[in-house]
DNA sequence: CCTACTTTGTGCGGTGTCCCAACAAACAGG
DNA sequence: CCTGTTTGTTGGGACACCGCACAAAGTAGG
């Protein structure tokens, strides 16, 4: 284990943002010494470089350093129903590449999505090293259950996929020097939530809503998976025993009452243009705001019911978790201003500790980039855990004392 | 930070039990000298002892080392409304020393109340020193709301106390020499359930139930807290919006459908002897146990419906976390049997995942030792965390080589 | 019984990381 | 200009761990 100090000292970068060497040492408890050294070798890799001067008041001023991203890029990708995506951050969290697919995989073969999948990989990997990047590793979200000791998609039903090994399966098609791995999609989109450092979002509860309705639960800044990885399955928990009949078989799902449909039931007839198949969720999304806007009593209704349903379902998650903020993403962000009231409402309602413990009611900026970004993240914290993991710069004096 | 490695030796022989040096080493990816080494100092603070041969067929035997609890205990403390008790565990696990003492904390003044504990956490501390062992720390459960960051009982429902930093006054009447620090009581008897090492109690969900409903979550071996500290608190998620009115001022709450009071109801008439108020718990679970056992139809209907709601409570929070176990504990445990089917129905019924993910319904054995066991236990971390806090042996040789 | 082989535990020298102390550099204030 | 303060660097030393060699203690097979 090659200087865990090592790690320390970048991850701090990361979490509080460019500081002197000085400050790393009393922060961190080292020596400035110590500090010194550590930053100079980080600087060797290319993970960090220098950052104008941070005035103190009395005294010299210390040199900031900070996150340099040059080097490296993690890769973050996503097969969902309607497209797969991929992404590519440096450690600074900078996009270097970014691509999207619309594709229908229920009218495609398992296999093919899967190619299609490996050539965005392929284009992006092409992107990074075109700019004179590495990358460090892959992660890829699916929407589904994910049996994380077997690497394994037990069960996509939205996907309608069973049992398919997608870790390996794309590792065969790319043939990557790095390693490739698979993660929940709800999981990955909490985990591009949790912003390092932030301690209003170390613990926090990401409810993702499309057709189905997903999330996660980061705690102390990681990512709770659960005994097997099942975790963050909040859409099937049944808040409305004698309610609809939920695409799972069961009855009363938290999304038969929450997901879109259920929104969209309530707000339209069929003949509405709402409803038109060919209407795009931003579209259809943009059409509600703008009703609501206009005080359409049936629209503002179905959406004081909606926000009903999702503050009894979070106040319920908010007594078990006492999250610092519920992080509303997917197709709830962009009605988010419409819906925060009722929420609201039932959180302070419904929640045993004082001021719903202090929960916060938020909605994600990310749109549908979640999910890649997050396993972008989940890719680069290799490097953050092990800095000498990355590959040495080469424009670098190697063994040279400065 | 003196040595990391030999906090990881320490963890390891608590989690797997004796082994030889040259195991210590394989698995924790040290050599062999180093691994020796580091027992060697961790014999010198008295924190392990040779524990017989370890043979493997081939080649020469190892000497097995284990935990030596001889020199360092941590005392758990719980302040309850019908009691107050404390107990001292040693690094193996082993009691030391046990007090319990009978109150009635609504019909005493907060200091009466805390004066009494003192004076039990005194009398363990006399213990402990009397059996040649160092105190290292004492943490106190409460039940109620504890803000954590200020170390303040905000609000106990039961006890009735409100804003009372137990923390700070039980150092004052103590003036110990270690750290005194509290905790929510339902969260350190989850915490006992969590026994370290085994993978099958490191992702659990503790249910912990008495006239309240408590809790806790352990996920990954550490106890999932929240943001201020208030997770857990699994009795007041609303769960039947149109049934009766909860302590707390809401209606529905879990509680109201499975906290013992429910039980109660159901199962029997206001002048049935099961109601009397002077009969101890334990005398009424034993009824109740008999009744079902001859095949009281009431009693058993009761039984059921008190499962089903568990497990309708159950399978949301599965649903939200895929624990490896629910552990019931409290009541529940004493009529486990009975509870047991309509459990697991309701479960796998309402889990997503294949076989309720995997999640598997036990009964905790700690009985009402659950909450101070656990406190004595986040108490010992403190060793296992930095084994050279503990005080040396005073009979070892000094800087001797052997 | 004796030999070959395997595995364990313990020395010893070397390396790398970090602490401590000292010092030059850079700035503020009088 | 001089003093006080803070920063960054340098060199010496402590300590933990690795790699290696070696004695100790067993098994397997003749």
């Not at 999948?117 to 994910?146: I, K, N, Q």
């Not at 996660?216 to 800044?221: D, E, H």
């Not at 009452?257 to 243009?273: I, T």
Request: hydrophobic content about 45%; glycine content about 14%.
């Amino acid at each position: 284990m090659p200087s865990a100090n090592l790690a320390l000292v970048l991850r701090q970068l990361r979490d509080g943002g460019p500081r002197s060497r000085a400050r790393l040492a009393t922060e961190l408890g080292l020596t400035r010494s110590a500090a010194s050294a550590l930053v100079g070798e980080l600087e060797d890799l290319g993970l960090v470089r220098a950052a104008g001067v941070e005035r103190g008041g009395l005294g010299r001023p210390g040199t900031a350093v900070e996150l340099d991203g040059g080097s490296v890029c993690g890769i973050g990708a996503e097969v969902n129903v309607n497209h797969v995506a991929t992404i590519a951050l440096d450690l600074a969290g900078n996009v270097v590449a970014e691509h999207r697919l619309a594709l229908d995989a229920n009218r495609l073969a398992v296999a093919e999505v899967l190619d299609r999948l490996a050539e965005l990989v392929r284009r992006t990997e092409a992107d990074v090293r075109a700019a004179g990047r590495e990358v460090v590793g892959c992660v890829v979200g699916v929407a589904g259950l994910l049996d994380r000791t077997h690497e394994l998609l037990t069960v996509g039903p939205n996907l309608r996929w069973t049992d398919v090994p997608v870790g390996a399966e794309l590792r065969g098609r790319l043939g990557a020097a790095y390693p490739v791995r698979i993660e929940n999609e709800s999981n990955l989109a909490a985990i591009a939530e949790a912003t390092p450092g932030d301690p209003g979002r170390q613990d926090i509860l990401v409810i993702f809503g499309e057709v189905g309705m997903g999330g996660g639960i980061v705690a102390g800044g990681r990512l709770l998976r659960g005994h097997q990885g099942y975790a963050g399955e909040f859409g099937h928990m049944i808040v409305d025993p004698g309610g609809r009949r939920c695409g799972c078989g069961r009855v009363g799902c938290w999304e038969t009452v929450a997901g879109l449909r259920a929104l969209l039931d309530a707000a339209a007839d069929p003949d509405d243009p709402l409803r038109d198949p060919d209407l795009a969720l931003d579209d259809r999304l943009a059409e509600i705001n703008r009703r609501a806007d206009l005080g359409d009593a049936r629209t503002l209704a179905a959406l004081d019911q909606l926000g009903n349903w999702i503050g009894m379902g979070a106040a319920m998650l908010t007594n078990a978790l006492n999250p610092a903020a519920i992080v509303l993403s997917g197709y709830y962000a962009a009605i988010g201003r419409h819906l925060r009231p009722s929420i609201e409402d039932h959180l302070l309602a419904g929640v045993l500790a004082p001021h719903a413990g202090g929960t916060r009611v938020e909605f994600s900026t990310l749109g549908f980039t979640a999910a890649v970004r997050g396993g972008a993240t989940v890719a680069l914290d290799a490097v953050f855990d092990d800095p000498t993991a990355a590959p040495a710069r080469t424009d670098a004096l190697t063994g040279g004392t400065r």
